[in-house]
């Protein structure tokens, strides 16, 4: 089984076939039925709990239509994503506002968020993707914003929006559960650990880098359970279920001020704050969490939310 987790399966079509179809592109940029989200400095527009979806015409003058990504067709609207400039300021026009994305998710409707999250992971990655990583000359976006090529005729280079792909993996011995506390963090909150996977390791090897990394556990079987989309600023969180076959927790990295072996119990009684319920590793927590009788996690309450904490990673 795998997990459903909040930001994946949004219902926008992605129409890859239009990206190469520049003249369709542009007459579809000009339609009057075209929607644009904006993002400013990271932060999504919304009004309200929802997506704002802004009509050309809001976008002002300052903005380059050629600047568009095209992130497909919602319903019967075809969708850009827009990086609105940084001296607009924080307020959006009409009645929606810019918002730190992290702060308002809990808010969203799962569609909302999930287009909020392509939208901003695209903008993110075009944000990084300015100049060309061979000769450092200026990027041009190309396909609806799925290429950026440099300018350079005699270099050429092409670049692809591209992840950084992250495992995320709740640890288990018998009937407790391994969970650590980042230094950042706030005393008590608790979460799974988490790591960018590096090159020449297979997930699973990152898994178990991982863990024995922040923790000195060895981990043995591991389980693939489901993956979330991360526009923080361009990961996907790929979650997994370890089995440990090593008990003695050493934390060896620093990255950790405290980790532990849990109990449903001990997890029950409320003495620890659990990831967002929007996480994946809150999905991965409760997926283990509810082989019991007992109470189901989601009812508990025991979820932080993303808003009252900085540096959040999972
Ligand atoms: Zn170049």
Known sequence: ??????????????????????ARLASTLNDSNTRFVAVWKSRCLVHGNAAALLKRAELGETWQPETGIYLGQLDAQHIFAVELPDELGDNGPGEVAFENFRGILGDLPEDDAALLAYAKGMVEWHGRHRYCGVCGLPNLSLEGGFVLECASPKCGHRSFPRLDPAIIVLTIDG??????????????????IAGFVEPGESLEDSVRREV?????????????????????????MIGFHAEAVSKLIHRTDGELADAGWFTREEIAAGNIVLPPITSIAFRLI?????????????????????????????
Not at 1 to 21: H, N
Not at 178 to 185: E, I
Request: hydrophobic share 30%; glycine share 10%; charged share 30%.
């Open 212 to 236: 024995k990394e922040e923790t000195d556990i060895d981990v043995g079987k591991v389980h693939y359970m489901g993956s979330q989309p991360w526009p923080f600023p361009t990961a996907v």
């Open 1 to 22: 089984m795998t997990l459903t987790t909040f930001f994946s399966g949004g219902s926008i079509k992605r129409m890859a076939e239009l990206r190469a179809d520049a």
């Open 175 to 192: 009937d407790k559960c391994l969970l650590g506390r980042q230094v950042r963090w706030p005393e008590g909150r608790y979460s799974t």
């Open 286 to 314: 409760e997926h283990w969490f509810d082989g019991w009788d007992g109470p189901r996690l989601a009812e508990l309450n025991l979820s932080g939310d993303f808003s009252r904490r900085t540096g959040e990673r999972t």
